[in-house]
């Protein structure tokens, strides 16, 4: 029952402040991403440029594990190539996973916040939905 | 603490003289009721007891309905109704006495009326698939109303598609109120069924079944009551009702999971074909057709789960034993605590009435700002136990306007202590999502 500090100021902060929840005009590829077991529905809009992720956003609702995770996934990979996106998600998804090592953690900056998510094995999902998200989209 | 919110319940007549006994008295009810729960009472200093206030998903057992269980599969395994031998008689005779437990909790008048199942949700499957054999036509209609648990609902949505027919909602307004405009704007000559729970798991509001059954009577509605949070919690007769069907689970009342109950008038299930055919469920069998049993036994397809039966005639006992008064009376002076402590926390949104005699021990809410599923994982973090999310219920939240909600449920072994952490619990809850006070 690890959880007491999940809810830690970094999380809430992204939450209640998210830098990158807006409309994305210019966006190239968008993607839906539900999230039935807590209704969570999220939107993730890419500006893409010569294999660049130039710009990006999402909107929608939902929990504050999603949320707080999609907008530090964005802090993340804006500004990345799609293949160094795509291989950030894969270290996020093995670090929920447990298997992901301290180097690669330090890769995610603050999204190493969700680490401990899998003691909440019902919230999994809500944070690795921006994620899964963004690898759907890149890979199709 | 419990003082106060007695008032207007009958604990208030003696309060001024009693009152100060009147808490300690409830206090050390639920103190001793509680050494009946092994659940509550797990030694080791890990056990750091959680607060369990989600009663309607399912109840904790007693002690008692454990070792019922226990007993059988110790003393009495053999497979009933097959075996010509003295075990497998003494199973088939704790089988059969089971269902006369239940047949006389809930004032049935044969046994033959009760048929086990797994639970509520089988049970109501069963008289939708069956009844649709039976009686249901191409523009028949269908009413339910719009508070169903998808578990009264989703049956009927097949019904209708199988024969043709159509399903109309009965609305509700935001307190649960059903007015008797808007369960007749449902009904027409066409409608054969009206399919509606007793008290809805969402807003704990009860619906008068027994109205509702008198203008069916009149009509030839057959009406299929859902009483998976009735029975554990009010009497419930099933002639005074007078339904012709009602579902129930034995694992929220205080029996064990894999046991239900489905009462039918013996009238319908006599007439009724079968829902699963195979072993146990036949008089003769030739290789183009079959005779089948005789209620209820025509309805119990394959080995039967006598073990879960045996303690579901426990957890009855129990329930008579510790008896529907004080049941009552706790769960009302529980339900009014816990209300209105939650309704001192800011940003707390209680769904459904705010008088707390219509809740029935169910308080669905929502908290300004916070995701009902973080609201509940941060209650987790305090080892407080509740529900989240659309309740199987999710026409309900969609009439409502609400994308999900929390509900605490509480059961008459809760205690003013656990509702007290929990308000306390809840009161942080929007500070550590980061707003302000
Ligand atoms: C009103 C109502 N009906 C039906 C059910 C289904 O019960 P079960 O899952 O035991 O079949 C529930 C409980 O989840 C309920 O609250």
Redesign the interface.
Known sequence: ?E??T??N?IL??H??HPGHKHALDDANMVMEGVNP???DDIFLNLKVENGIIADGSFQG?????SQASADMMLDLIIGKTKEEALELSDIFLRMIKGEASEDELELLEEASVLKDISH?P??VK?AVLGWHTLGEMIKN | MCREQQAGSRCDNKRSEFAPQTEERFAAQGAEIRKDFPIFNIPGENS?QIVYLDNAATSQKPHCVIEAERKFYERENANPLRGLYSLAEEATREYEEARKTVADFIGADDSSEIIFTRNATEGLNLAAYCLTELLLKEGDEIAVSIMEHHSNLLPWQQAARHAGASLKFIECDKNGVITDEAFEAAISEKTKILAMTHISNVLGCKNDLKKYSDFCRDRGIILVADGAQSVPHIPVNVKELGVDFLSFSGHKMFGPMGIGVLYGRKSLLEQMPPFLCGGEMIESVTRESAVYAQIPHKFEAGTVNAAGAAALAEAVRYIKKTGFDTIQERERCLTEFAMKRMKQIPGVNIIGSPDAALHNGIISFTLEG?????TA??L??D?IGVRA??HCAQPLLAHLGI??CTRVSLAFYNTCEEIELFADSLSQIRR????GE
């Open positions: 029952m959880n007491k999940f809810y100021e809430t902060d939450n209640l077991s807590c209704g609702d939902g929990c504050a594990i909440m019902a919230r809500c | 750091g916070v995701h009902p599923h973080d994982s941060i987790d973090a080892r999310g659309h994308p999900s550590k999502m980061g707003y």
